[in-house]
């Protein structure tokens, strides 16, 4: 895990601009980073979805709170950070989306999607400094859909 | 860039033809009432044409629930038409494709409507 990265930050306002601002990054760095249009599109769509919870669930569209991006390319991978300066989440305490009961639901599909289009999702707790996401997708993987 | 959704009437049934990107926003409020507008007017067999809609979000896939279950719960119908790949596959995973009816011609479309009215 001591192999060389290169690292791009950015610190956001919690505004929909800022989801749009990332979305428009993401694609750049994926595109340095190797990934095929496919690949970037989901990678894009995980990185939306992570950013719209950061500043709505995270921050509480407070747009004075911030949201910080990072993105750190590694040989074999890239991991994405969006940390918010809200009280976190408990993953294992989100609702599957693919239940019968919640199917009809009109939210609660964002991790899900997520999930699906990254090879590893985490949340950590940042004692007083918020809360961070973590996305990673390796290269070469082809995770399949469905 | 962003959504816009033209209206057009063919027989019972009113086409909503969408394009750009159904994400959060003030878009995806109006897609809402547009399709509770439809309802309230009494306009009850929706057809939402997803052919040029270039991308969804989780917001976006959950207004679709929303005007489905609007429409169900008022005696209506909503279904959908022509989707592209990425919109097919998303509605995959979350299992959507098992709750939406989905067509991929329009006449097709139209006449599973007349059927539902006839029965
Ligand atoms: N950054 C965050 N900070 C605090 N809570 C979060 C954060 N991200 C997600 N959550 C919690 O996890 C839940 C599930 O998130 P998810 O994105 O799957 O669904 P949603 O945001 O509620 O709806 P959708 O994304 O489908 O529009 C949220 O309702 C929220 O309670
Ligand atoms: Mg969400």
Do not use: P
């Given at each position: 895990m001591t192999a060389e990265s290169e690292v791009i930050e950015l610190t956001l306002a919690s505004t929909l601009k800022s989801v749009e601002t990332a979305e428009?990054?993401?694609?750049?760095?994926?595109?340095?980073?190797?990934?095929?249009?496919?690949?970037?599109?989901?990678i894009g769509m995980a990185v939306h979805e992570s950013m719209i919870n950061a500043v709505h669930h995270g921050n509480k569209n407070d747009a004075s709170k911030q949201v910080r991006l990072r993105f750190q390319i590694y040989p074999d991978r890239l991991e994405i950070h969006i940390r918010d300066q809200g009280t976190g989440f408990d993953l294992n305490r989100i609702p599957n989306p693919l239940e019968a009961e919640n199917l009809l639901k009109v939210s609660g599909r964002g991790i899900f999607l997520i999930r699906s289009f990254v090879d590893e999702f985490r949340v950590e707790k940042l004692e007083?400094?918020?809360?961070?996401?973590?996305?990673?997708?390796?290269?070469?993987s082809r995770k399949k859909l469905a | 860039m962003s959504m816009?959704?033209?209206?057009?009437?063919?027989?019972?049934?009113?086409?909503v033809?969408?394009?750009?990107?159904?994400?959060?926003?003030?878009?995806?409020?109006?897609?809402?009432?547009?399709?509770?507008?439809?309802?309230?007017?009494?306009q009850k067999?929706?057809?939402?044409?997803?052919?040029?809609?270039?991308?969804?979000?989780?917001?976006?896939?959950?207004?679709l629930v929303s005007g489905f279950t609007a429409a169900s719960n008022q005696g209506?119908?909503?279904?959908?038409?022509?989707?592209?790949?990425?919109?097919?596959?998303?509605?995959?995973?979350?299992?959507?494709?098992?709750?939406?009816?989905?067509?991929?011609?329009?006449?097709?479309?139209?006449?599973?409507?007349?059927?539902?009215?006839?029965?």
């Open positions: 428009e990054l993401t694609t750049e760095v994926c595109s340095k980073a190797g990934f095929d249009e496919e690949e970037q599109h989901r007083g400094r918020g809360t961070e996401v973590t996305l990673v997708k390796h290269k070469n | 816009k959704a033209k209206t057009r009437r063919v027989d019972s049934v009113t086409v033809d969408i394009s750009g990107r159904i994400t959060l926003g003030e878009d995806l409020t109006e897609l809402r009432q547009l399709i509770r507008n439809l309802l309230a007017q009494g067999h929706i057809l939402l044409n997803l052919a040029d809609v270039t991308y969804i979000d989780s917001s976006g896939i959950g207004e209506g119908q909503l279904k959908l038409l022509n989707l592209t790949k990425k919109v097919h596959d998303l509605l995959q995973i979350t299992k959507l494709l098992t709750v939406f009816e989905v067509y991929e011609d329009e006449a097709t479309a139209i006449a599973s409507f007349q059927k539902a009215t006839r029965v």
